[in-house]
């Protein structure tokens, strides 16, 4: 399966933006999905991902309660909605989908398959 991320940007602190991860060569429902970012110099961290029907999510402690991790699997695609961002979201976030796994999801990023390309989000004031 490919992925590709977009969605990335410049945002004010405080305000909002949505993450898409489009699949494509393989059905999206037959893969687990997660979110994860990553800062110069520092290795790429956990912070959301959904099972592969969407009754299973979980998020890292820094975002819970602001993002929204989500997925429509009739059109391929995952979604990380994010919401009152901090200067601290500011990094390159990733898009990862796990074969292995049917209603449990993983926080390790070795244990995903497949990768998107990355898209930057910066939050600033």
């Known amino acids: 399966v490919q992925l590709q991320a977009f969605g990335g940007g410049l945002v004010q602190v405080g305000g909002s933006l949505r993450l898409s991860c489009a699949a494509s060569?393989?059905?999206?429902?037959?893969?687990?999905m997660a979110w994860f970012r990553q800062t110069p110099g520092k290795e790429r961290t956990f912070v959301a991902a959904?099972?592969?029907?969407?009754?299973?999510?979980d998020y890292s402690d820094s975002v819970k309660g602001r993002f929204t991790v989500s997925r429509d699997n009739a059109v391929n695609t995952a979604y990380l909605q994010m919401n009152s961002l901090k200067p601290e979201d500011t990094a390159v976030y990733y898009c990862?989908?796990?074969?292995?796994?049917?209603?449990?999801?993983?926080?390790?990023?070795?244990?995903?398959?497949?990768w998107g390309q990355g898209t930057l989000v910066t939050a600033s004031s």
């Open positions: 959904i099972s592969r029907g969407g009754e299973t999510t």
């Open positions: 990862a989908a796990d074969q292995m796994r049917w209603s449990t999801i993983s926080r390790t990023a070795t244990e995903y398959d497949y």
């Open positions: 060569g393989r059905t999206l429902r037959k893969f687990g």
